[in-house]
């Protein structure tokens, strides 16, 4: 029969064999991301220079401090309201057809953009008004105007 195992004696692998282990590690990872690696220096380097990196090293390392003025200066009266909105703001936006608002803006630039270069008249007659309407492009304005009002007096 076979002896009991009664003690067991455990590998006991050197620190200069981890480290070494380690380094083949690191060194595998940089050589297959060398890409990554190199735009991450440069990176940091671009932070470094621009003084940001000192600035974040700084936030970081004194984040209570940071924190404390944050909160000092949100909690100021005059950004009561617009914190009480923000939240209302957020669920507005999500509410908002973006589609159908990003053609409205565009024309609604465009038309800004007209009304700048054109030059200004003094004054527009009733009948210079009924004459505009007969221009498709200022019909179809004043009809897409009518309809939102339309819209809106609905909701």
Known sequence: MAEQIS??????ISEETIRKRNLEEIKKAVSDHKEAVLKGIDFLETLNKSGTLDMVDALIKHRED????????????????TLENLPKLLILIGELNVEDMERFA??????????????????????????????PEINRSVTMLLQFLRGMGKE
């Open 7 to 12: 003690r067991i004696k455990r590998m006991e």
């Open 66 to 81: 940071a924190l404390e003025n944050v909160m000092r200066e949100i909690n100021k009266p005059q950004y009561a309201a």
């Open 106 to 135: 565009e024309r609604l630039n465009h038309g800004v953009k007209e009304a700048a270069a054109a030059e200004v008249s003094e004054h527009t007659s009733y009948m210079g008004l009924i004459k505009a309407l007969k221009d």
